[in-house]
């Protein structure tokens, strides 16, 4: 069957690594003339499942595979795997409700999805590419929605083999996030000191303040402390340091809904202000494309205005690392 032509996309589940169930898409159509594999790694929402993930699988590989040459050496997957205690995953399923719903460890799901992407970036090749002459997995997308769009935020800060990171309706402040919903909720941690004492109290504790600000996009670089959208000369180059370490190279596309009252974008501002701030600025030479868009009318969910930018988003970042890879052979 000829890709190029079909509106077909296949799916086959495997078993990667330790116990996870993993949809490959794609890659029983991969063309023969391919030596190079992107790998786009879906993250579904809470208290959803891989399955959520079909339709922006399904619509990135028609897109890449409609836009690169018959003889592409170059061939696109993607994998979605259920998030912990999702799906084939569920263990206890009140943990995965709201602080609204009953589950007083509401803020704890915080980095295993992350962890476990790059766990599975180790060993995917191992599970589809065994035979000598396969080709060969050379880059990795990250796209999360929701609970998946933090996850997409952690590993484009933190996992080096993931050069291009989709976030719908994602936070890359986890702790403003939560602190406006238990706001919201009317815990009692938030509600009697307006706030003050829920950083370290029962709802989210000091091991989870620890792991915030070891992981998170906005405790990594500005810990405790607020945003600096325009930082010092000193500021400056200590943040150059972690943005030459962690992001320097790589491109991110933002969705989010302007009425979305889950994760507001509002929480997400200043950091994604800093980020852009920077990478136009005083950061252009670290080569990051940051695309921000916010869609009016739209809540905590994704549109097909949505899913169109992020196809167009994928086949460029693909089309513009064969571009770069042909440039850097010529010189």
Known sequence: MNPQSSPYVS??????????????YGLEDISKTCTSITCLWL??????????MKPFATRCLKSWTQRAPADSEIGLIAVAIDQRNHGTRLVYEPANGSWRDGNE?????????????????????????????????????SLGFSLGGHASWQLFFNEPRVTASVVIVGCPDY???????ARLSKRETSVASTGTNFFGSEDFPQALVASVQKYDPKGMLFGASDVECHPSASERKRLRGQLDAKIKNKRLLLCSGAVDRLVPYHCAEPFIGFLKTATTGWYEDGSVYVEDNVYEGVGHEYTEAMIVDITRFISDSIAGSVDSTKAASKI
Do not use: N, W
């Open 11 to 24: 799916v086959i589940t495997k078993h990667i690594g330790a116990g996870i169930l993993g949809d490959i």
């Open 43 to 52: 993250l579904h929402g809470r208290s959803f499942s891989k399955e959520q």
């Open 105 to 141: 460890t509401h803020a704890h799901v915080f980095h295993g999805t992350a962890t476990d992407t790059s766990l599975l970036i180790d060993h995917l090749g191992s599970y589809i590419f065994r035979f000598s002459d396969a080709p060969v997995i050379t880059q990795h997308f």
């Open 175 to 181: 702790a403003c996030i939560m602190s406006d919903r």
